[in-house]
């Protein structure tokens, strides 16, 4: 995907950035908690589906469709207990860099990787301000897309959903 976006930014003349939220807001405390609640509760679902699956006799588990079956349900437990862990965020810069992306937001480079202070929200909005034409996205899953993103792109990624939130403004 980052070879991709950096042949497709270059022959645009676009700047390509991902912008990662950075700490958790203390006023968000009790959300973090509950989010945890949610992520444990997720991760005790999938163990459970992966004991009784394993359990069953092999010629059940080949039979058409429970594979499948299986791995839809694991799936939807698996997303809802992965966390964007402060270690996690930290490996995803390290191995986009490690693929040539520019750490920090660099204008002479095609493709760059921000981790906010805090929320994403306010740093995209801020990049798209300053950098029109530039494609933003965040691993912020409540990412509010304002007016000022003038003529650049702000969208969700590492999402089960097809998208999340986009935002192309007219000038």
């Known amino acids: 995907m980052v070879s991709s976006l950096q042949k497709k930014a270059s022959s645009e003349d676009a700047h390509v950035c991902f912008v990662l939220d950075g700490q958790p807001l203390y006023a968000k ?29 092999t010629t059940e588990r080949e039979q058409p469709g429970v594979i499948a079956k299986f791995r839809q349900k694991f799936c939807a437990c698996a997303a809802g207990w ?18 040539g992306v520019a ?26 301000h300053r950098f029109p034409r530039s494609i933003i996205f965040s691993n912020d899953g409540d990412l509010l897309v304002y007016p000022y993103a003038d003529s650049s792109v702000v969208c969700y990624f590492f999402s089960s959903l097809p998208y999340m939130s986009t935002n192309r403004s007219s000038n």
């Open 29 to 57: 405390r009790q959300t973090h908690k509950s989010r945890s609640r949610k992520s444990q509760s997720s991760l005790k679902a999938a163990r459970k589906l992966a004991i009784l699956f394993l359990a069953k006799p």
């Open 103 to 128: 750490k920090g937001f660099q204008p002479e480079q095609s493709l760059s990787v921000v981790t906010a202070a805090f929320e994403a929200d306010p740093k995209c909005v801020e990049l798209a």
């Open 82 to 99: 992965v966390r964007w862990f402060p270690e996690i965020k930290q490996l995803i810069v390290e191995e986009m860099c490690a693929q």
